[in-house]
């Protein structure tokens, strides 16, 4: 199942992406292997997975392209737009699929990620931890709105 919905978010991500960015999105082998774990400590249905890990894809993207970008590099300015597109991908994709809760949690992070990386700090931060914060709280509201 987990090359399943990696496969099948890529495939989502590839027909949503616009043809004319010319974006070709991967995953190395065993990246998203991470999320794909703390995904399975939730009941969530496959389509939010496909959404969670789409918007996991996509961030993980945005920020390779970024931190290629550096003054003598080649390709400076098309790393610099891909990477921006992919931000603005990243909210249409999360408005889309009704993910505002998880923008929310996740804007002070992806900031402080640009920040650093504009200060030459390219330390990845851990974007699977932060969505695992993000459904522990999720379920635990759940849970207490379950219960009132």
């Known amino acids: 199942m987990n090359r399943q919905l990696i496969g099948d978010t890529i495939r989502l991500l ?4 616009s043809p004319i960015a010319g974006i070709q999105l991967s995953l190395s082998p ?6 794909l774990s703390v995904m399975e400590g939730f009941n969530l249905e496959y389509s939010r997975k496909l959404h969670l890990m789409g918007i996991y894809i996509i961030l993980s ?6 931190m290629e970008c550096t ?3 080649p390709g400076l300015i098309r790393n610099v737009l891909d990477g921006d597109y992919l931000y603005s991908f990243y909210l249409q994709f999360a408005i889309k699929y009704r993910e505002l809760d998880l923008v929310v949690h996740l804007a002070p992070f992806i900031k402080q990620q640009q920040i650093r990386r504009s200060n030459g700090d390219y330390a990845e931060l851990n974007l699977t931890a932060q969505i695992g914060q993000f459904l522990n ?3 635990k509201n759940t849970a207490n709105r379950k219960k009132c």
């Open 30 to 35: 065993g990246e998203g292997e991470d999320l």
């Open 61 to 66: 993207e945005a920020a390779r392209y970024h």
């Open 71 to 73: 003054a003598n590099h």
């Open 137 to 139: 709280a999720e379920s």
């Open 14 to 17: 590839q027909a949503e992406l």
